[in-house]
């Protein structure tokens, strides 16, 4: 049949159409109410019918594209932020996931935050999961791998660049605004979200990861119709290309510098760690891993700990580490500055009793100081500055060392007339 050749009713009121579609932010609705109030006759459908075949308004539809990928030449890494139930608490938590791009195997954990130290944590376990590596692992750009530069300009992070040649494989970031170069670890997270964590509830974080690692195994071993393949079938096939292990694989562990408080604890992420009441006021340090954490003193005294995964603050404490109740801990009232003041100047025994009553300053810090005071200045002087001191309640150690050492300068650096006379 021929074609009708009809006028279109859009046509005489192009021009304004494109004026207004940019003054109205390209909202047709309101495009139409103009050209009504101006007098054009015509439907709100004939008004879009007529955008839609002239292209305006209307972003041109682009073919997407499609990557090849060989057994064992990529795997590519991503996370993506998803709400959880753990414990009876919702939790803002990090997904981080992991795919074989041949073979769509797929690996992924959810941790409550995700820091450098996470991913290493991380990728150790996706990797040994795939029992091989990659020769490359494509990311998102994300700051936790990437020190500067982006896409093919992007240098890693030295101990991010060291973990990776550990492991035999290189991070390599796609370029910025090309999301599709992702796309195999894009495409799972909204599967993780509708299936796996749509209506489950999960004890602790431990019963989070165990079952998340559970669902990918038999995800894994599910046909996919996109592929029309099972992706651990593929993997068979894949697996021989990817590269062995080390045969050691060192633990990933992060290091931290702590003071015992006063209550027998080790503080670190808003959770306190027990250790052993001797232990308060010593400095201590910190090896935090993927399960423990471990708490030395020296290479004799180490405590160990089940890392807990939580944001909240608790309290964890062992057994051996609980004061039996009415003990207490046992406190040695005298310290071994105010010993040494003493035997040095049992004078000052009044002013020291006074100090550790009305001084600003923590016990031992100001005995320190004051010992320094008497081994430091002659014994005159500073007799007769603490002797002010105590007469006016004065006891700030700093304005009492300045009282010394007007006293020092006054008897002790006088100049005669013959010695003026020859420095002149």
């Known amino acids: 049949m021929p074609e009708i050749a009809r006028a279109e009713k859009a046509e005489p009121y192009r021009q304004q159409v494109l004026e207004l579609l940019a003054a109205c932010k390209g909202n047709l609705m309101r495009v139409h109410e103009e050209l009504t109030a101006q007098g ?15 292209g305006i308004g209307h972003t041109p539809v682009i073919a997407a594209g499609r990557y090849h990928f060989d057994p064992g030449e990529e795997m590519q890494h991503d996370t993506s ?6 414990g009876g608490r919702r939790y803002q938590a990090q997904t981080a996931s992991a795919v074989l791009c041949y073979s769509r195997m797929l690996f992924f954990q959810i941790y409550p935050t995700f ?15 795939m029992a091989g590596t990659a ?55 909204a599967y993780i979200e509708n299936n796996f964590l749509a209506g489950r509830a999960f004890a602790d974080w431990n019963d ?11 995800v894994n071993s599910t046909y996919k119709k996109h592929l029309r393949a099972v992706p651990r079938e593929l993997y068979a096939v894949e697996r021989l290309q990817l590269k062995p292990l080390p045969a050691w694989i060192p633990e990933v562990y992060r290091l931290h510098q702590r003071t015992v408080d006063v209550e027998g604890y080790v503080s670190l992420h808003a959770l306190r760690y027990s250790v052993p009441a001797d232990w308060i006021g010593r400095r201590v340090e910190v090896r935090e891993t993927r399960d423990k954490i471990e708490i030395q003193l020296d290479a004799r005294h180490i405590v160990q700990h089940t890392r807990v995964w939580s944001s909240l603050q608790q309290r964890i404490t062992l057994p051996e580490h609980k004061v039996p109740r009415g003990q207490g801990v046992r406190r040695n009232d005298s310290h071994p500055e105010e010993a040494a003041i003493l035997d040095a100047a049992p004078e000052l025994a009044g002013y020291i009793a006074a100090l550790k009553q009305k001084g600003r300053k923590v016990t031992a810090l100001a005995l320190r100081q004051l010992l320094r005071l008497v081994r430091e200045y002659p014994r005159k002087p500073l007799l007769s500055a ?7 309640g004065l006891y700030d150690l700093d304005r009492l060392e300045r009282m010394i050492l007007r006293r020092v300068a006054r008897d002790y650096f006088l100049l005669t007339d ?7």
Not at 386 to 392: F, R, S
Request: hydrophobic share 35%.
């Open 418 to 424: 013959s010695e003026s006379d020859e420095h002149d």
């Open 81 to 86: 932020p998803h709400t959880v139930e753990v």
């Open 208 to 218: 989070l990861n165990n079952q998340a690692r559970q669902w990918c195994d038999r």
């Open 386 to 392: 603490v002797e002010e001191a105590a007469h006016y």
């Open 135 to 189: 020769t490359r692992v494509m990311i998102d750009n994300t700051h936790v791998v990437v020190l500067r530069g982006t896409g093919s300009e992007m240098v890693a992070v030295p101990e991010m660049e060291a973990f990776a040649e550990r492991f035999g494989f290189r991070f390599v970031a796609h370029e910025r605004g090309d999301a599709n170069r992702s796309g195999r670890v894009e495409r799972p997270f």
């Open 40 to 54: 054009a006759t015509m439907s709100y459908s004939a008004l879009t019918s007529f955008c839609r075949r002239h």
């Open 115 to 129: 820091q450098r130290f996470d991913c290493k944590v991380f990728l150790t376990d996706a990797l040994r999961y």
